[in-house]
Structures are given as structure tokens and as C-alpha cells.
Antibody
Framework: QVQMVESGGGVVQPGKSLRLSCAAS????????LHWVRQAPGKGLEWVAV????????YYADSVRGRFTTSRDNSKNTLFLHVTTVTTEDSAVYYCAKSQSGGYLSGMDVWGHGTSVTVSS | DIQMTQSPSTLSASVGDRVTITCRAS??????LAWYQQKPGEAPKLLIF???TLESGVPSRFSGSGSGTEFTLTISSLQPDDFAIYYCQQYNTYWTFGQGTKVEIK
């Protein structure tokens, strides 16, 4: 069964850091680009970051570039998002999602259930 | 940056209605467009990619069309399970979602 499961969310104080994880199974993890997408409470979807199948290339939304870092461990079928210097604007449900192909020019066909991050003092 | 604008923001319809949602891109994205359905408390679900290709397992009442800057998602006969929020997404230059269209019961 193809699935992705996020973890690592919770309540974090402004200015602090946290690391989100996404464990995948049921597909050849190392051959697909992977994305992070977030959704603030009551809001729409916002693309956050993508990492290439081999981890060599990463791209970020302007809103998070310089503060978020995505990485992957293909030996453990796990994707990571390191989030630093959080603000209340980062409060959201964070989803990991699989690209339909190894490249970037495709939709996202498998999504995790999301992990909630709340930034609050 | 490419902006994606959906209309309407909210759509009230009845079971059996034909429903059309429009998505406009701020510049040409060829056919690099996907549509997603999201229900409350759930992750988005891919419905259509490459503007008009139906994802495996998605009912045939869903269809997509368009290219360049204007796209549509059509539900030919709305079913109770279809009341949800629908998002378009471009993947031509980075990735951008539309603001969403809520399909609600009339």
C-alpha cells in the first residue's frame, strides 16, 4: 500500500526550530521528487519546498527560503523538513506529497495525512 | 511568479447538477495543470493532471480542459461525495495553487 506518514508537528515557540519527518512506503522512494505543502487554518494550499529524487536539488517558496531546509534519506525512505526561526505565519498543517514522476513537471499523486504545527508562546 | 485565480470562490449546487470551475494563470503554463479535491480534515486528492488526464480511480464524471492560461474542471453530474473544495495547481514554473473553490449544497 502506497502511503506517506508525517510526524514531528506540535506547539513551538516563536523563533524556535523543529524538524518534520515523512516516512514513505509502497513505492520506490528513491526515484521520485518529493514536495512539502502547507495549509494554514481555514486557508488554501501553499507549496513550500521540493527535493529531487536523489536529494541533489532543492527549491523553496519565497516565504520560507533561508529558514526551511528539506532533505531526504533514501536508505530509510524518509523525507525531512527542518524549520527554523518560526513565526506565527508558519502555523499550518504540513503535508508531504510525492511527485507523479522523477522529474518536477508533474502533479502530486500521493499525500500524507499531514502534521500540525502551531507557533505560539 | 505565476498566479492562479479560480472562480467562483464558492459554488452552490444540487445533486445532479453540472458544475464548472475556472482557473486562470497569470502567464502561459501550457498544459501543466492539475486539479485536486479536498474534504474537511483530509489531505488533497489528485483528480486530473496535464490539464485533462484523469487520475486512475477518479470517476469519469470529472473532466478537465484548457491550455495556456485558461482551464476548467467540470463535474458532469454532481454526487453527494463531490461536495468539497477544489484547487487548481500549476507546475510549469515552480508550483502554485489557486485559492480554492468550495462546492456546497444548495
Amino acid at each position: 500500500q502506497v502511503q506517506m506518514v508525517e510526524s514531528g508537528g506540535g506547539v513551538v515557540q516563536p523563533g524556535k526550530s523543529l524538524r518534520l519527518s515523512c516516512a514513505a512506503s509502497g513505492f520506490t522512494f528513491s526515484t521520485y521528487a518529493l514536495h512539502w505543502v502547507r495549509q494554514a487554518p481555514g486557508k488554501g494550499l501553499e507549496w513550500v519546498a521540493v527535493i529531487s529524487y536523489d536529494g541533489d536539488k532543492t527549491y523553496y517558496a519565497d516565504s520560507v527560503r533561508g529558514r526551511f531546509t528539506t532533505s531526504r534519506d533514501n536508505s530509510k525512505n524518509t523525507l525531512f523538513l527542518h524549520v527554523t526561526t518560526v513565526t506565527t505565519e508558519d502555523s499550518a498543517v504540513y503535508y508531504c506529497a510525492k511527485s507523479q514522476s522523477g522529474g518536477y513537471l508533474s502533479g502530486m499523486d500521493v499525500w500524507g495525512h499531514g502534521t500540525s504545527v502551531t507557533v505560539s508562546s | 511568479d505565476i498566479q492562479m485565480t479560480q472562480s467562483p470562490s464558492t459554488l452552490s449546487a444540487s445533486v445532479g447538477d453540472r458544475v464548472t470551475i475556472t482557473c486562470r494563470a497569470s502567464q502561459s503554463i501550457s498544459s501543466r495543470l492539475a486539479w485536486y479535491q479536498q474534504k474537511p480534515g483530509e489531505a488533497p486528492k489528485l483528480l486530473i493532471f496535464k490539464a485533462s488526464t484523469l487520475e486512475s480511480g477518479v470517476p469519469s464524471r470529472f473532466s478537465g480542459s484548457g491550455s495556456g492560461t485558461e482551464f476548467t474542471l467540470t463535474i458532469s453530474s454532481l454526487q453527494p461525495d463531490d461536495f468539497a473544495i477544489y484547487y487548481c495547481q500549476q507546475y510549469n514554473t515552480y508550483w502554485t495553487f489557486g485559492q480554492g473553490t468550495k462546492v456546497e449544497i444548495k
